[in-house]
């Protein structure tokens, strides 16, 4: 029971740190303070898929799953692959995948750096009066 819980714990931390380098960019829109954990973790998640590396997250759920429920592969082939792309994730699904996280955050950034320039520039009107 209590390892099926933790293993649950860490499916959902997981997805949430999935969720967060994928759009998380969007909550930096809002506080920008939060850029300093979210690029981090865009790095992590992008250098996972791009090398091919299994998540450390993704073997502790499966040994807290134990035996019975464990599950071989990684957490995306798992869990996220079924609902996006067809069966089996390639070397080039991951690769796509690296890229696309880092592209959605590349715009979401220079977004964000727009807007700083834009906040500057007021100021620097604001204080030449």
Do not use: S
């Not at 999935?18 to 992008?46: K, Q, T, Y």
């Not at 091919?52 to 993704?58: H, M, N, R």
């Amino acid at each position: 029971m209590l390892y099926t819980l933790g293993a649950n714990a860490v499916l959902v931390l997981h997805l949430a740190f999935i969720l967060f380098a994928v759009a998380g960019g969007l909550l930096v829109l809002r506080w920008p303070r939060l850029m300093w954990v979210h690029l981090p973790a865009v790095a992590w998640a992008a250098a996972i898929e791009w090398f091919g590396w299994v998540c450390p997250l993704t073997p502790l759920e499966n040994y807290l799953r134990g035996p019975a429920g464990g599950y071989e592969g990684g957490f995306i082939e798992h869990y996220l692959l079924p609902f996006i792309y067809p069966p089996g994730l390639t070397r080039d699904i991951q690769i796509l995948l690296a890229v696309a996280v880092v592209a959605i955050n590349l715009i979401v950034y220079y977004v964000l750096a727009v807007r700083w320039r834009r906040q500057a520039q007021r100021y620097k009107q604001g204080n030449k009066k």
